[in-house]
């Protein structure tokens, strides 16, 4: 069984400070990993996914995400907050058939 | 055409009505998802359907009806709900291949069950 685990609900970050959201992942076969941002009442929108390759994968949005099989982690980090970059992101999991697992989320606020 | 869009993006109904929740998309997608989301949670998975074909179905009360009419299209026929079936109603699509593990999502439809 997959599972994922976002580490902390609330982030908070002044703007043009490191970006780190943490997401741990439980996978029996190698795993597919995705994360998500959602902006105020909008749907999903895709920033990155892992699925074979290169372990640092880079986003939209100037984010970017290193799979680490080892720690089973994949973090979502970015340099430089925006005070457009908040919003709830999450963390999901797949290993085919089309059942994301997603995280609890993490809300991103950023000061100003 | 990169999108997937949902009509209609707001919705309040009754218990007794019936209504439709529409989902399209033109990226050559072979697999479509109904999404139910409350306020501050993750999505969770309703239906999902590959090649037009229903291929899961989460235990979802009947008073929720999906449907494909064709490889482009997803409804999501609803009839008597509850008030706690209020929740943002968010579809997906999927690129065709064995895997088909990147979702793409639309903007969504917010329901209110009065």
């Known amino acids: 069984a997959q599972s994922v685990t976002q580490l902390g609900s609330h982030v908070s970050v002044s703007e043009g400070a490191l970006v780190l959201l943490r997401c741990n992942y439980s996978?029996?076969?190698?795993?597919?990993l995705f994360w998500y941002v959602q902006y105020p009442n909008q749907g999903l929108q895709l920033l990155l996914k892992?699925?074979?390759?290169?372990?640092l994968v880079k986003g939209i949005n100037g984010f970017e995400a290193e799979f680490k099989k080892s720690e089973t982690s994949f973090h979502l980090t970015k340099p430089s907050a925006h005070m457009s970059d908040a919003a709830e992101y999450f963390c999901?999991?797949?290993?085919?058939?089309?059942?994301?697992?997603f995280g609890q989320g993490t809300e991103l606020s950023v000061k100003p | 055409d990169t999108e997937v869009t949902q009509t209609p993006k707001h919705l309040v109904m009754g218990m007794t009505n019936k209504k439709s929740l529409k989902c399209e998309q033109h990226?050559?997608?072979?697999?479509m998802y109904w999404y139910k989301q409350k306020a501050k949670k993750p999505p969770e998975l309703m239906f999902v359907?590959?090649?037009?074909?229903?291929?899961i179905n989460e235990s979802v009360p009947s008073r929720f009806s999906p449907e494909c009419p064709n490889s482009s299209l997803l409804n999501l026929h609803l009839h008597a709900l509850q008030p706690e079936d209020s929740a943002l109603y968010l579809c997906?699509?999927?690129?065709?291949?064995?895997?088909?593990?990147?979702?793409?999502f639309g903007p969504g439809t917010r329901l209110l069950v009065l």
């Open positions: 990226m050559g997608h072979r697999a």
């Open positions: 892992y699925t074979t390759g290169a372990t």
């Open positions: 999901a999991v797949t290993t085919g058939g089309g059942k994301l697992i």
């Open positions: 997906a699509s999927s690129p065709p291949g064995q895997l088909q593990e990147t979702q793409y």
């Open positions: 359907y590959s090649y037009e074909k229903l291929s």
């Open positions: 996978s029996s076969v190698p795993p597919y």
